[in-house]
């Protein structure tokens, strides 16, 4: 797919999912915008160096004033957002701030870079893509449970990400989403020895199919959610 000439931003980039993306996006001409919070993030990011990627220090993607400035002077093509997180935890053990938290996390964050891609798409009249990652119990809630306040977060990105995928057609804008199972990461794996890995999507394939929903190639399809679920 062929992203010469286009501008990127890929939050969540340094992760496992994001590194594979970007690698994907680099392969196809693109540069990258990566923001990062801690600077751990930026020594271990294998395109650090790479004079198509620049490396964009924020301090939380849930605030609009951060937001606001991360996109602030680029003119991104498309728009990625897989910066999140995870947390488990019965609904009588989550408390308001770890709801907060994972609201802020993953929903907030998500909704505050659409808006900033989409008033710079808006503003350049070309169009773009935006993709967002929501997760398996946005799709089956009832997988969700033991980790509601998660669930209830990638929830609100699927919907978001099929409301504004309707809202912004008309301005050459196509939203869409993947949502993936557990993917085989090496966090993942320590964290659950005994699974079966070869059944889990890897990383590149989920990134695969975020990229071409990112890419030109994308004519037509928007407000999906798309599960990346390989054989799990």
């Not at 993030?41 to 849930?62: C, M, W, Y």
């Not at 999140?84 to 909704?111: H, I, P, R, W």
């Not at 990638?154 to 949502?179: P, R, W, Y």
Request: aromatic share 6%.
């Amino acid at each position: 797919m062929d992203f010469s000439g286009k501008e990127v931003v890929v939050t969540g980039g340094s992760g496992a999912l994001g590194t594979a993306v970007v690698a994907n996006l680099l392969g196809g001409g693109a540069s990258c915008i990566v923001p990062y919070v801690h600077e751990a993030e930026k020594q271990r990011f294998p395109h650090a160096g790479n004079s198509k990627v620049r490396l964009i220090a924020v301090t939380d993607l849930s605030d609009q004033a951060e937001v606001d400035k991360l996109f602030a002077g680029v003119n991104p093509y498309a728009s990625i957002h897989i910066a999140g997180g995870f947390a488990a935890g019965s609904v009588a053990e989550t408390d308001k701030a770890a709801l907060m938290a994972q609201l802020n996390g993953n929903l907030v964050s998500c909704f505050l870079c659409c808006r900033a891609a989409v008033k710079v798409m808006l503003a350049g009249k070309q169009g773009g893509r935006i993709v967002n990652v929501a997760a398996r119990p946005a799709l089956e809630p009832r997988t969700g449970a033991g980790m509601s306040a998660y669930t209830i977060a990638k929830n609100g990105v699927a919907a978001l990400t099929m409301s504004l995928a309707e809202e912004v057609a008309k301005d050459g804008i196509l939203v869409n989403a993947v949502a993936p199972s557990i993917m085989d990461t090496a966090a993942n794996r320590a964290a659950m020895s005994k699974a079966n890995f070869a059944l889990w999507p890897k990383v590149e394939e989920v990134a695969a199919t975020i990229v071409f929903l990112a890419s030109p190639d994308n004519r037509v399809t928007r407000g999906a959610v798309v599960p990346v679920y390989g054989k799990s």
